[in-house]
């Protein structure tokens, strides 16, 4: 099973960037679909990216394509979210997510990470 650790939360100003990185232990890295999501508060968690495990296809949720961006990088075991033009309601956990050979857009998720805080300041 995989392990997933979030890197790269923090505080920032509307229309401010920021990358979080989501770092995955094992050696099977390359056949999983990756993602991520996020959870406000009161909220359900919900879909935000998804870079898939056959071509990198990428897919995101219709209101945020266009100011984020997932990318992955195999060697380094390694998925990114760059967040671009932030918004105070870009405010939430964001969890890294990952499935064996499948889509993180059906349930269940085969792992999560533990979360990372992003905080929007207007």
């Known amino acids: 099973q995989v392990l997933l650790v979030e890197f790269g939360g923090g505080l920032v100003q509307a229309g401010g960037s920021l990358r979080l990185s989501c770092a995955a232990s094992g050696r099977m890295f390359s056949s999983y679909s990756m993602g991520w999501f996020r959870q406000a508060p009161g909220k359900s968690r919900e879909f935000v990216a998804e870079i898939t495990w056959t071509s990198s296809s990428t897919y995101y949720s219709d209101s945020l394509k266009g100011r984020f961006t997932i990318s992955r990088d195999n060697a380094k075991n390694t998925v990114y979210l760059q967040m671009n033009s932030l918004k105070p309601e870009d405010t939430a956990i964001y969890y890294c997510?990952?499935?064996?050979?499948?889509?993180?857009?059906?349930?269940?998720?085969?792992?999560w990470g533990q979360g990372t805080q992003v905080t929007v300041s207007s």
């Open positions: 997510a990952a499935n064996l050979r499948r889509t993180v857009r059906v349930r269940p998720i085969d792992a």
